[in-house]
C-alpha cells in the first residue's frame, strides 16, 4: 500500500492548437513512475499516443532544459525521450526539482504539447478506499490534439 500521495497541478502551457485554458489538480502516488505519468497525461488529454515525448526542468517554458539521467541526477545536455529507464523513474525521485526548475511534460515536438507539473502543498495521506491518481479539479475543456479546420 502507498504511504503518501503527491497533489500535482498539470496546465498546458503550449501547443500547436491549444486555444483554452486546460488545467487539472490531480493526486498520484508518490511511487507513481514517469511512464506511469506519461499515460496518466494521455487519458487527461485524450490525446493518441502517436507521437515521442519526454518531461524535462526549466526555469521557464522555453529556458534552458536539463534532463532527468536513468540515476535520477539532473543533467543539461542530456536528452532521454520516449520511455527506457527514464519512465522506470518514481517522482519521490523527481521531487524536489533543482531550484527555480519546473517539471514539464513534451509531447510530439512537432506541434509542441508542452505541460507544466507543479507539485502543490505538503505530501498527502492516502484515503482508504480511494484509487489513485484521482482528478480533484478541472479547468477548461480537453485540448483537441487534431483539429478539423473548415476549407
Same mark, same amino acid.
Given at each position: 500500500?502507498?504511504?503518501t500521495?503527491?497533489? $500535482?497541478s498539470? &496546465?498546458?502551457?503550449?501547443?500547436?492548437?491549444?486555444?483554452?485554458?486546460f488545467?487539472?489538480? @490531480? *493526486? @498520484? +502516488? /508518490?511511487?507513481? /513512475? $514517469?511512464? #506511469?505519468?506519461?499515460?496518466?497525461?494521455?487519458? $487527461? /488529454?485524450? %490525446?493518441?499516443?502517436?507521437?515521442?515525448?519526454?518531461?524535462?526542468?526549466?526555469?521557464?517554458?522555453?529556458g534552458?532544459?536539463?534532463? $532527468? /539521467?536513468?540515476?535520477g &541526477? =539532473? #543533467? *543539461?545536455g542530456?536528452?532521454? @525521450?520516449?520511455?527506457?529507464?527514464? =519512465?522506470?523513474? +518514481?517522482?519521490?525521485?523527481?521531487?524536489?526539482? +533543482?531550484?527555480?526548475?519546473?517539471?514539464?511534460?513534451?509531447?510530439? %515536438?512537432?506541434?509542441? =504539447?508542452?505541460f &507544466?507539473?507543479?507539485?502543490?502543498?505538503?505530501?498527502?495521506?492516502?484515503v482508504?478506499?480511494?484509487?489513485?491518481?484521482?482528478?480533484?479539479?478541472? #479547468?477548461?475543456?480537453?485540448?483537441?490534439?487534431? +483539429?478539423? %479546420? #473548415?476549407?
Amino acid at each position: 500500500m502507498m504511504k503518501t500521495i503527491y497533489t $500535482l497541478s498539470i &496546465e498546458c502551457v503550449w501547443g500547436a492548437y491549444l486555444k483554452d485554458r486546460f488545467l487539472r489538480i @490531480v *493526486e @498520484v +502516488p /508518490t511511487d507513481m /513512475t $514517469l511512464g #506511469e505519468m506519461h499515460f496518466l497525461m494521455q487519458d $487527461l /488529454t485524450g %490525446f493518441d499516443d502517436d507521437h515521442m515525448s519526454t518531461f524535462y526542468a526549466a526555469n521557464t517554458l522555453r529556458g534552458k532544459k536539463v534532463w $532527468l /539521467t536513468d540515476s535520477g &541526477e =539532473w #543533467e *543539461e545536455g542530456h536528452d532521454a @525521450v520516449d520511455g527506457g529507464p527514464l =519512465w522506470d523513474i +518514481p517522482l519521490h525521485n523527481v521531487f524536489p526539482l +533543482p531550484k527555480h526548475k519546473k517539471l514539464y511534460y513534451w509531447f510530439d %515536438f512537432g506541434d509542441d =504539447w508542452k505541460f &507544466e507539473i507543479r507539485k502543490k502543498g505538503k505530501d498527502g495521506t492516502p484515503v482508504s478506499g480511494v484509487k489513485y491518481p484521482r482528478v480533484i479539479h478541472k #479547468e477548461g475543456p480537453k485540448p483537441e490534439q487534431y +483539429p478539423t %479546420f #473548415e476549407e
